[in-house]
């Protein structure tokens, strides 16, 4: 697939502030991102503003330069929600998603039409279901831990109570 051919107009605020959001996420300058994409400074800032090119081949570059989820900074935009892109940033869980998506389709091929929607429909809810019970499960013993927790204090602003989230140097 040419990654230049799929073009982002509808939803550009959305997008630049998943971009920025994510930037600062990662507690990086602009320069840097605009480096590690190969692009001039101006160009960057034009990008994260909202302007310039918004294309798939763009969001990757992106996406690599930040170690975020490109599949999630796309689906902001009809989700209209740019915190969908910063909370799946650590977990890639739309990459994920597409991923086993692909190896499904590679796998079984055409025979997918046959699938009907109500199983497809169940299986995501069971598997959704499974994910958020481990939410639940990860915060009740994160909870259990700090309420137990005797003597020096932990920086909550470190932690994230859905689990630790990556910071770099």
């Known amino acids: 697939m040419d ?66 989820d490109p599949f999630a900074i796309m689906l902001s935009v009809p989700f209209e929600s740019p915190e969908f892109a910063v909370d799946c940033a650590d977990t890639k869980l739309a990459l994920i998603l597409m991923m086993h998506l692909q190896g499904f389709h590679e796998d079984r091929g055409a025979d997918i039409a046959y699938l009907d929607p109500p199983n497809i429909i169940g299986g995501f809810e069971r598997v959704f279901k499974e994910l958020g019970a481990k939410l639940d499960d990860n915060e009740a013993f994160l909870r259990q831990w700090f309420e137990g927790r005797k003597g020096g204090s932990i920086s909550l602003g470190s932690l994230c109570v859905r689990g630790l989230r990556r910071r770099k140097a």
């Open 3 to 68: 990654l230049s051919s799929v073009q982002f107009s509808e939803g550009r605020q959305i997008l630049a502030r998943a971009v920025r959001d994510i930037r600062r996420l990662r507690d990086l300058r602009a320069n840097v991102v605009a480096e590690r994409m190969g692009m001039p400074l101006r160009s960057y800032e034009l990008f994260e503003a909202g302007g310039g090119r918004f294309d798939m081949q763009r969001l990757f570059a992106f996406a690599e330069a930040t170690d975020s």
